[in-house]
């Protein structure tokens, strides 16, 4: 609507600097009427003077006649010349009504235009408030947006720490086991030596009581009475007996005492702590179930979560492979690109690579590209990123120092899509003037005073309505 007023403006100047035309051709034609009367006029006194000079002499009337000819044909000749400028201005008269017409109608088919484009621009209100609306709506969006996201990073977190937890209950867990192995076997080794002993200990009580039994039955056979019966039955009396014999019943004592002691002392309560050891190793056979049985779930745990980690992994891979192969075509005019997993078969703990066939040349790595190209290449890849997963900012330093205008154009046009679906906003670091000209608002430092830095701004936008404006 402004170009129309402006067109209509222009308009009106040429019709009133045509207007002002057309008085002074009026004027010229009015001023070259009287001319004309007056030559009329002269022409009739002409005629009067030569019908007056009949009556002289001819060569009076010769000189006169050729005066008054030479005088005819200079008024001729002015007449014709008038004549011709008359034609002349008559014809401009024409063209410049004929332009006036044509001015008319187009000043109606302005007319009709502006009327179109003020229901066209009330429309375009109407839109204006809609998309207003909407932007509202959208603007509230990343909110939410940001709170499910965070509270899925707080989820996320619980969950990494309940799997770092897991993994040190695990690792405690696995740790206890082992002690816990290495105990009963000590256990089972003090089992078996008590065991042992406790077998070496019958053994010997056997061998006693045999002993005893047999030594019973020797001295009821030989002495017909029983043993405890013999201090009784003695022939003589102890105190009696000779010294010299004492050393040989001392040493029979030493030799009994030595053969008991050989024996060793029994040990009464070899059952007991044999049932006690058997307890407290079917309570450490229990245990160690159950640790297995935590072990094995927080094992299915992890390995659930790392399938999750998989699928979510290759779905985002797939999705960004998808934007980077558009955006790279896009970028380059042609060629084609792809995103491919390495090194390993599980997504996890592969490296990436990025192959890439700029137009005219073959499909190769990023490396094997020039400065440029990987530029683009990398472009492309942050996009596509931000197109799967948008973040509420990004940064771009310098991203356009290695390209040339063509290039950086395509990329400001890229930004500008980018900018205008309202989930990133970019903030880009360049010295590069088409990346200035395009932005919406620059910030920069300026040194007014020597020694004192001061930021400007300029919002791009606002400026050029207000040159609109003053168009």
């Known amino acids: 609507m402004q170009e129309l007023e402006r067109s209509a403006a222009k308009l009106r100047e040429e019709q009133i600097k045509h207007s002002g035309a057309l008085e002074r051709v009026q004027e010229t034609i009015t001023r070259i009427g009287g001319e004309i009367k007056e030559l009329e006029t002269a022409l009739a006194a002409d005629r009067k003077a030569l019908a007056a ?3 002289e002499d001819d060569e009076s009337k010769i000189a006169k006649t ?95 720490q309940q799997r770092q937890e897991a993994a040190d209950h695990l690792a405690r867990i696995e740790s206890e086991v082992a002690e816990t192995t290495k105990a009963l076997r000590e256990a089972e080794s003090i089992l ?16 006693l009581k045999e002993q005893s039994e047999a030594l019973t039955e020797s001295i009821d056979e030989k002495f017909e009475m029983k043993p405890s019966a013999l201090s009784s039955h003695l022939s003589q009396d102890p105190a009696s007996l000779q010294v010299d014999s004492l050393p040989k019943y001392k040493g029979e004592r030493d030799g009994l005492i030595r053969e008991r002691d050989s024996i060793g002392p029994v040990n009464l309560r070899a059952d ?54 558009v955006l790279f075509t896009r ?23 990025i192959f890439a066939q700029p137009p005219g040349k073959s499909l190769q790595s990023l490396s094997l590209l020039s400065g440029g190209e990987q530029t683009m290449a990398s472009v492309a890849l942050i996009f596509a990123m931000f197109l799967t997963n948008p973040s509420p900012i990004c940064v ?8 040339d205008d063509s290039n950086v154009d395509r990329v400001c046009d890229l930004l500008e899509e980018i900018s205008e679906r309202g989930l990133t906003r970019f903030l880009i670091i360049t010295h590069h003037r088409l990346s ?15 020694g004192i830095s001061q930021l400007v701004s300029v919002d791009l936008q606002q400026s050029f309505e207000f040159v609109k404006e003053a168009a």
């Not at 771009?396 to 390209?403: G, H, M, S, T, Y």
């Not at 395009?438 to 040194?447: F, I, K, S």
């Open 436 to 450: 200035m000209a395009r932005m919406d608002r620059l910030y920069g430092v300026t040194m007014a005073e020597k």
């Open 272 to 325: 007991q702590e044999t049932q006690e050891l058997e307890g407290e190793m079917v309570d450490l056979l229990r245990e160690q179930s159950e640790l297995m049985q935590a072990a094995q779930e927080l094992r299915g745990a992890i390995q659930k979560i790392n399938k999750e980690a998989r699928e979510r992994l290759l779905a985002a891979f797939e999705q960004i492979n998808a934007h980077f192969k």
């Open 192 to 207: 078996g030596e008590a065991r042992e002993a406790r077998a070496g200990a019958h053994a010997t009580l056997s061998a």
């Open 53 to 55: 000079m009949g009556a």
């Open 66 to 160: 050729d005066e008054l000819k030479a005088h005819l044909t200079e008024a001729r000749e002015a007449h014709q010349d008038a004549l011709r400028s008359y034609e002349r201005f008559l014809q401009e008269q024409n063209s410049r009504k004929a332009r006036l017409q044509a001015i008319g109608d187009e000043r109606v088919n302005l007319q009709n235009r502006v009327i179109r484009s003020r229901e066209q621009l009330k429309a375009y209100e109407t839109r204006t408030q809609e998309l207003k609306t909407k932007l509202d709506e959208l603007t509230s969006r990343p909110a939410r947006s940001e709170e499910e996201k965070q509270k899925l990073l707080g989820e996320i977190s619980e969950r990494e």
């Open 396 to 403: 771009l330093d310098e991203i356009d120092a290695p390209l």
């Open 331 to 353: 970028l380059f005019q042609g060629g084609q690109a792809n995103l491919s997993l390495i090194d390993s078969d599980d997504p996890l703990g592969a490296g990436l690579e």
